[in-house]
C-alpha cells in the first residue's frame, strides 16, 4: 500500500489523486456508512458516485435529504480540497442545498463539485447530485469552506 505519508507534505490534489488510485491508506468511514465512492479528482473539480441504500430511507420510504447532503457536501469540499497547497486544510463552514426531485434506495448518483473560488481563508464551491440513469437533476448546493494551516 505505501508508505503512510503526512497531509501536509502534499497538495490536497496530490493527496486526493493517490486515495482514489489506492496508493494512499486514508480512512473514508462516512463513504462507507453512506456507501459513496471518490471517482475522480482533477483541479478544481471532485467527482463522487453513490447508491444508496434501504438503510438510507426516511419513514415515507425515500432516501433521506441527509443522504443528499452528505454527497454534495463531500464532492463540494473536496473540489476546494483539490486547489489546496501543502500545508493547508479546510472544513465546509456553510452548505445551502436544494432539492429537485425525491431519491429512491437503488439509484445510481453522481455528485459533481466545482470549485468557484478560493481566497487565502475562505472557499466557494458548488456541486449537483444526478440521477446517472436519466441524467436528471435530483439536488444541488452551493457551499463555503474554511482554510487552515495543518496542525500535525
Request: with cysteine; net charge negative.
Amino acid at each position: 500500500m505505501g508508505q503512510i505519508r503526512k497531509w501536509s507534505d502534499r497538495t490536497g490534489l496530490e493527496n486526493l489523486k493517490d486515495f482514489v488510485d489506492g496508493v494512499a491508506p486514508i480512512s473514508d468511514a462516512m463513504g462507507e456508512t453512506l456507501n459513496l465512492e471518490l471517482i475522480e479528482v482533477r483541479e478544481g473539480i471532485c467527482i463522487y458516485e453513490g447508491k444508496p441504500g434501504e438503510q438510507h430511507r426516511n419513514p415515507r420510504g425515500l432516501i433521506h435529504g441527509g443522504w443528499a447532503m452528505s454527497i454534495l457536501d463531500a464532492a463540494a469540499v473536496l473540489a476546494v480540497v483539490t486547489a489546496l497547497p501543502k500545508g493547508k486544510l479546510c472544513a465546509t463552514s456553510s452548505l445551502e442545498v436544494k432539492f429537485a426531485r425525491p431519491i429512491k434506495a437503488g439509484m445510481t448518483c453522481r455528485a459533481e463539485g466545482e470549485l468557484q473560488s478560493m481566497g487565502i481563508n475562505l472557499a466557494h464551491a458548488k456541486a449537483k447530485l444526478i440521477d446517472i440513469e436519466t441524467g436528471k437533476l435530483l439536488a444541488f448546493c452551493t457551499c463555503s469552506a474554511s482554510i487552515y494551516d495543518v496542525v500535525d
